[in-house]
Structure formats: structure tokens, C-alpha cells
């Protein structure tokens, strides 16, 4: 991670929120603002794990989770913009 300028707005959290996939040091590293997780509800491996969901709440990362929705970016070329739509019935 030291060799890389991580920063970015927007994190895609890794393997649908499994606990190893986004540690406190990455999550500095990026310094997102806005998290996406994509996760099925009710699935067999818990994802996401609440250490991870925890973690983005600590660093006041606004979360959007797909079970709630379609998650829809765009951006001006100053700022991000997202989006979610409910889930369709």
C-alpha cells in the first residue's frame, strides 16, 4: 500500500464484506468517502461481516448496500454522485 497513491472517493468494499477483505489500514489508505457493498440478503456466508460494516461506520464512510437497492455513480468531474433505487418487489 506504500507504494501506491490509494486515495479515491468511492471504495468498492472486497469479497462482499468478508471480514479480511478491507482492514482499518486499507480503509485509511483509500480515505473514501462513499462505500459500495454487493452482497445477497440472507446469504449462507454472512457477508457482510459487522467487523467490516463496523469499521466503515469508525471512519464515517457514507455505505450503500445492494440489498437495498441498484446502486447507480456518476460524477460532474468534481464530485460523486450516487444513487439508489428500492429493490423491485
Given at each position: 500500500m506504500n507504494d501506491y497513491d490509494l486515495n479515491a472517493e468511492v471504495l468498492k468494499i472486497g469479497n462482499h464484506g468478508f471480514n479480511t477483505?478491507?482492514?482499518?489500514?486499507?480503509?485509511?489508505?483509500?480515505?473514501?468517502?462513499?462505500?459500495?457493498?454487493?452482497?445477497?440478503?440472507?446469504?449462507?456466508?454472512?457477508?457482510?461481516?459487522?467487523?467490516?460494516?463496523?469499521?466503515?461506520?469508525?471512519?464515517?464512510?457514507?455505505?450503500s448496500s445492494t440489498p437495498n437497492g441498484t446502486i447507480e455513480m456518476s460524477d460532474d468531474g468534481r464530485r460523486v454522485y450516487i444513487n439508489q433505487s428500492p429493490p423491485t418487489p
Open positions: 477483505s478491507t482492514s482499518p489500514a486499507f480503509i485509511k489508505a483509500v480515505n473514501p468517502i462513499y462505500a459500495i457493498l454487493s452482497y445477497g440478503t440472507d446469504n449462507q456466508h454472512g457477508h457482510p461481516h459487522g467487523d467490516v460494516y463496523d469499521r466503515l461506520m469508525e471512519s464515517e464512510i457514507d455505505a
